[in-house]
């Protein structure tokens, strides 16, 4: 009868675990979202959320083509943005890749007032429109591209591919 009872408990142990166990695997892998935000010193609040295809840096909004995968180690929120002219400037950032492609969107900001102005690091770089947004299209030697413009005193900045994944990725 002791047996029965040690044989019937182990059961029933077993069970709960293999349940516990699928439950976990579900919430971990089943779910294609994160979300990571800091608090700086001078109270600033930074956010980065990625749910269903969106990525949502503090309050602009990119569409992440499927395929891609965020890789946790490229999130940064509040980074020290370190860009010349832009002393105190902030960087919020998620880097998403595909096989060897990669998406990196930066939003760089400042609670010391708006950014104003952007000069692009090479003379390369042509104005461009692109869905409504006006800034800077550089082609990169490895052949992707950086997208660079001003909205509402932030910099957002985009590493793709090519551009017609910098499209998808701002309509």
Known sequence: MKRKIILLLIALLTVCLAVSAVSAWEFSFGSSSSSSSSVSSDG???????????????DKEFKIPDGYTQNDNGTLTGADANMTGADGAKMSAAKFTNGDKTIIVKYIYTNKGELDKYTPATSDAQNQTISAHAGYLEKNTDGTV????LEEGKIIQIDAPDEATMNEILK
């Open 44 to 58: 600033d609040v930074a956010t980065v959320d990625y749910k269903d295809g969106v990525l949502k840096i503090n």
């Open 146 to 149: 950086t997208f660079t413009y």
